[in-house]
């Protein structure tokens, strides 16, 4: 069933005969075009603005002749937020909620986000939509289409040869790899959904008129059939985040320890310490330190701290011990949990 979800979603995908690929280092720009040949170029720029390297990009594709509907803009590490973990730290079915909150809290609510499995682990990348939309207003003044941007992750997809970088962001428009932090504006052929969408909806209507002659009662069942088909194929088109896992509590973590200077290690720790959380348990306090960190929270039962500190335990930390224990004026109890994560050198 997977596999013939991917062969439809492929069917609906745009086909990109002509794509550039751009890459400034901070003294060069490389341009690579992928065509039935692939050609490339390199010039000198002495200034790193948006709006000029999209001009001097525009200048080189018009002296050779190259289109400029799908070009692909490959960042340096540093121009966005990235950050890589263990893969099996995080479940399957909870990688894009995972994501989605990682970028939430360090890019903004409506960041733009991808991620893509390198071996054990995943690679993530963020971008504050702002930035996004001032690069494709920047392309698109000079006429040209950006259709692709993401960051190489040097120490894990680095080529020897001298285009790496354009090579690889002109690649993942062309074959809508990711991680491409456009990939929404990348991939898909507006004119086959269009004339799908239209062939199911008018089958539907000859079906319907054709039963209504007869029992009106199958009309609407087969109606009511058709009406579903067109919903699943859209769900399945736009490759819709069907995971209804719960992330507020892992947004409200973010907000305990927004103000600390948290590790990329103890960031992945504490959003684990969120996750585990609940059955009565509230947390209202993290203290994140390099060898320790101290939870308080709120339970409406003794045994439910007990439950929750096995979790911990289990989980995140073994070296995890109650510290107090106390019930407030409103009966419920208040207490604080405290782990060693390493020792100290």
Known sequence: MKNFLSQVANFFREDLPEVIGAYFDGYKLFLVHMSDRVNSAEIDVDDADVEHLAEKISHVCRQHGWSTSAIGFC????????????YYSVPEKEIPAFVKSWATAHSGKDALFSFTKLGNEIWMES???TTADELIAAYEK???NLRGLSVMPADKLRKSRTFAEADFIADIVRNRKAPNLLAARSVWSFEKISAVAAAIISIALVICSAKLLTDYSDVETELDAAKQSVNELHDDIALKDNIDADIAELRRINALIAGQDISPKNFNLLLNLG???????YLTK??????????????????AVKSYLSRVKSFVAQSARLERSTENDDGDIVFVIRAETSKPN
């Open 275 to 281: 996750k585990i959380a609940g059955g009565g348990v």
């Open 75 to 86: 960042l340096r590490e540093g121009d966005a937020l990235t950050y890589s973990t263990d």
């Open 286 to 303: 993290i203290r994140a330190e390099e060898n320790f960190f101290e939870l308080e929270g709120i339970s409406v039962t003794p045994d």
């Open 127 to 129: 971008l504050p939509r």
């Open 142 to 144: 000079f006429g040209m």
